[in-house]
């Protein structure tokens, strides 16, 4: 480990960050790492690339109502904010102004990286800023990439069990691989490495949660060395614990995704409107460089990652960010509780809200934090007991939410709460009443926001990832909404409550259904037997959604003919999970009141029709359905 201080070497058209341990060049005043030396190799970036090409911000922006521009940002002005030996922090900015107009994005942008003496690594963050009056946007996405040498990094680690040695850049190219359904997703037929032949290739594949996504990256195993990008707060991440994001994919390719509509749709990009100011601190993220001696088992630097991985969690807030944007420690504040849960028709006494996810998030709707992606977002896990501790909160006004694994529905406590530097706020006891009518007559599924617990069937053996072959994610497998089809090619899903499995009978995703070349939408059906109706009383359906794209549910009972639905949800949905190899995108619960008089005595049936059919990827996930009683006329516990 290198003693040296951190050192400045100031070029025409560059500047480079030296601790010893490692080189950073940048370009002046761009802001593009052009090159980063480490362990006695000169550049572990592509250096067969342009320098814009390596280490960069970029963003999707538009005006409203326009496509999407794809930009690298560019600085235009450079400026040292710290160099005394311990750390070098440099700005690259781009300034807007009106002259602009219509081709940059209306922000300000600081980009700031930073290098630490004795660290294995560098960091950056940036402050975007709209001032008030500025014309309207919308944010599509913003990240860092690096694209790294493809002759040095072939093995890609995501999650201890998703990791494996990736196929080159070229085999993506025309004459080695065959398009498929959408751009991201090829079939290797010709890869230069003959073992990757007949593997489908597919970034979305790689995709992680918000709370899972905390390190990712790649190692070069014959000279043993990692390229990782550490996360350690999702606090400027958008959407909450659960959002998808992608990772890193071939290329060799790592991001660090700040905002993104992936998985979500529209309601997770950014709508700057009516000239409104606004300023977001993106990170800082980590970027950490370890070694291993030649010889040893490349993969240990994997665990070494992780282990630094919790080195940077435990430090965040970071100290040092010399922007005052970015909140230290005690410029913070921390909350701290106990949920618990009372359902009468489950326990006369309260529950605790084992494992519940908890979070501030800006003032809104009960469950509105999934689509918030303007500000910052605070989550913790309640543990066993449903206690919780959120802490380093930036100063502001939030909501309260939570959601509880194995309830339905979304908690918030009604009254904003107020954060400012040094509180520490108890919460005290806080109860959740998850939506419920009556007693449960049957159900399906476990309410967990996924469909994982669902019939995910094996893929097209023409379409694998071997990766995900016997494998817990196997629903990260390419083209497996074609498989609906081939398990119901006449008729669709039928599932009798009592004697069918929902993981071996419910299929994952209601999907339409192929057909002589074209899609026709699917109705599935749900039988149950009743022994006794009130008809004169009223029951209720509940229907917990994982996902939508571009569909519809209807809802019938007992006649499947009836010209209106009991219930349609409208055209709901952007998440594209199906596409994207996800097992949920948005969150979705309905409650459907059943009278008694669409009943009978004896069987019933259910029927779910999912209408729209123009893409093979339209459709619904589903995560819960619960039919219960009329409610009893028990009185509910004091």
């Known amino acids: 480990m290198s ?24 370009s002046n005043p761009g802001g593009i790492v052009t090159g980063i030396r480490y362990n006695g190799i000169d550049n572990l970036l592509e250096v067969l690339n342009q320098e814009t090409n390596r280490g960069y911000w970029d963003l ?36 807007w102004d009106p002259s602009l107009e219509g081709k940059y994005v209306p922000l300000n942008i600081d980009k700031r990286f930073v290098m630490l003496c004795g660290s294995s690594g560098f960091y950056s963050y940036a402050i975007y800023e709209h001032l008030k009056g500025w014309p309207d946007f ?29 196929p080159l850049p070229d085999d993506r190219l025309p004459g080695r691989c065959q398009a498929l359904a959408y751009p991201e997703a090829v079939l290797l037929t010709n890869p230069k490495m003959p073992g990757f032949k007949g593997e489908v290739d597919d970034k979305y594949q790689y995709s992680a949660q918000n709370k899972d996504n905390r390190v990712h990256g790649w190692i070069c195993t014959n000279q ?51 000239g409104e100011p606004w300023k977001k601190v993106f990170g800082p993220v980590f970027i950490y460089l370890n070694s291993a001696r030649k010889g040893d088992d490349p993969l240990w630097l994997w665990e070494d990652a992780k282990i630094q991985m919790m080195t940077e969690v435990q430090s965040w807030p970071y100290s040092f960010p010399a922007s005052e944007d970015f909140q230290k420690s005690e410029q913070r504040g921390n909350i701290g509780g106990r949920l ?65 694994p194995g309830f339905i ?31 449960t007559l049957w159900e399906i599924g476990i309410p967990d926001r996924s469909a994982a617990e669902f019939y995910v069937p094996d893929p097209d053996p023409k379409y694998i990832n071997r990766l995900f072959v016997h494998h817990p994610d196997r629903f990260r497998q390419y083209g497996l909404w074609g498989r609906y089809a081939d398990l119901y090619p006449n008729e669709d899903l039928v599932y009798t409550v009592g004697v069918s499995d929902y993981a071996r009978d419910w299929f994952f995703a209601q999907v339409p259904r192929k057909r002589d070349d074209i899609h026709v939408g699917t109705t599935w059906q749900i039988r149950f037997k009743l022994n006794n109706v009130d008809r004169s009383s009223t029951y209720k359906l509940r229907v917990a959604i994982a996902s939508a794209t571009l569909a519809e549910l209807q809802v019938r009972v007992n006649d499947p003919n009836a010209r209106r639905p009991l219930f349609t949800s409208g055209l709901i949905g952007r998440d594209n999970s199906v596409a994207r190899h996800g097992i949920h995108g948005l969150y979705w619960l309905y409650s459907i009141s059943v009278g008694g008089c669409h009943l009978v005595e004896g069987d019933n049936t259910l029927f779910f029709t ?19 009683g009329p409610p009893s006329c028990e009185a509910a516990p004091i």
């Open 3 to 26: 003693t040296q201080g951190v050192c400045l070497n100031i070029q025409r058209h560059h500047v480079v960050m030296d601790n010893g341990i490692v080189q950073v060049t940048l």
């Open 60 to 95: 999707v922006w538009s005006a409203p109502g326009s496509k999407g521009i794809f930009d690298v940002i560019q600085g235009t002005g450079f400026k040292v904010i710290v160099n005394n030996g311990e750390q070098v922090e440099l700005s690259f900015t781009r300034m």
């Open 138 to 166: 919308d944010l599509g996405e913003t990240r860092i990439t690096f694209k790294l040498r493809k002759d040095k990094f072939q093995y890609m680690a995501v999650a201890d069990n998703r990791q494996r040695f990736m």
């Open 224 to 274: 043993p060395l990692g390229f990782w990008q550490i996360t350690p707060s999702d606090e400027f991440r958008s959407g909450g614990p659960i959002k998808q994001n992608l990772t890193s994919h071939v290329g060799p390719t790592t991001l660090a995704m700040f905002l993104s509509a992936h998985y979500a749709g529209q309601d997770l990009v950014p709508k700057i409107r009516a």
């Open 340 to 404: 618990l849960v009372f359902d009468r028709y489950i326990s006369e006494d309260h529950i605790s809200a084992r494992g519940a996810y908890v979070g501030l998030a800006p003032p809104g709707e009960v469950g509105s934090w999934q689509r918030e992606c303007k500000d910052y977002q605070f989550w913790t896990r309640a543990d066993e007991n449903g206690y919780f501790s959120i802490n380093n909160v930036r100063t502001g006004d939030y909501n309260l939410y939570a959601w509880v």
């Open 409 to 439: 529905g979304d908690y918030r406590y009604d009254v904003v709460v107020t954060v400012t530097s040094g509180s520490l706020i108890e919460m005290g006891y806080l109860i959740y009443e998850p939506p419920r009518d009556g007693p």
């Open 610 to 628: 999912q209408p729209r059919c123009t893409s093979p990827f339209q459709g619904l996930m589903y995560d819960y359905i619960r039919f219960e």
